[in-house]
């Protein structure tokens, strides 16, 4: 869905390092999402945010953070990479009091 | 164990056929059941939408939700190879001041010509 933009498309980085995941939309959703996706697994919910200033953890937040620059923006770090989080990340954005949740092309990142 | 439960295939049928995929879930706080198609390399985008049990259909995609089962299907009619795809159930219920959804593992569907 090119209304939700997600930078990069893929990363390889190493343990410890700190990566920063981008995300844009160009919806005017209020709502985000950062998910990840492993086989198995399906997505899980990292963390979200209802507004610029509201900002949620999700059912695995451990060992990222985020930040909500705009209605239009947010990011996902990882402080110190580790390998079990290699996985598929989604941003996603929805509306509020909908369900319908729309997703960006995602990023593979391969922590080594 | 999981809220929602879906078999994650692969599933492979020739063109034509006709799929049926499943998720089983426990708990009744869920309201509203969706389906989302995932091609390869991209995000999931929304395919069905419902909140009620019984069938809902929409071309060659037919939704059902029996809730007293706590199950939920989706049926592809006439298959096409362009529905092959990673078909992920998710449902919704109200946590923390919205609606949460949780996805179940995503069935991998191939049809082949």
């Known amino acids: 869905d090119a209304d939700v933009t997600q930078t990069p498309r893929n990363r390889i980085t190493k343990t410890g390092k700190r990566i920063m995941l981008e995300c844009s939309q160009t919806?005017?959703?209020?709502?985000m999402y950062w998910y990840r996706q492993d086989p198995g697994l399906g997505l899980r919910l990292i963390y979200y945010?209802?507004?610029?200033?509201?900002?949620n953890k999700g059912e695995i937040s451990d060992g990222y953070s985020v930040s909500r620059q705009a209605q239009a923006k947010f990011s996902l770090s990882l402080e110190s990479a580790i390998p079990n989080q290699t996985a598929l990340y989604f941003c996603?954005?929805?509306?509020?009091?909908?369900?319908?949740?729309?997703f960006g092309p995602g990023t593979r990142l391969t922590v080594l | 164990q999981k809220e929602v439960e879906q078999d994650p295939g692969p599933l492979s049928v020739p063109e034509g056929a006709i799929v049926s995929l499943n998720c089983t879930y426990s708990?009744?706080?869920?309201?509203?059941f969706m389906w989302y198609r995932q091609y390869s390399r991209k995000g999931p985008e929304l395919l069905m939408y419902?909140?009620?049990?019984g069938n809902k259909e929409d071309g060659r995609f037919t939704a059902q939700v029996d809730k007293s089962s706590k199950y939920i299907s989706l049926f592809i009619r006439d298959s096409q190879p362009s529905d092959s795809a990673t078909y992920l159930c998710?449902?919704?219920?109200?946590?923390?001041?919205?609606?949460?959804?949780?996805f179940g593992a995503g069935t991998r569907l191939a049809v082949h010509p």
């Open positions: 996603a954005t929805s509306e509020l009091e909908r369900d319908e949740q729309f």
């Open positions: 919806k005017g959703h209020d709502r």
């Open positions: 945010s209802f507004d610029v200033k509201d900002i």
């Open positions: 708990n009744s706080a869920f309201q509203y």
């Open positions: 419902t909140y009620s049990s």
């Open positions: 998710a449902m919704s219920k109200h946590s923390g001041g919205y609606n949460k959804l949780i």
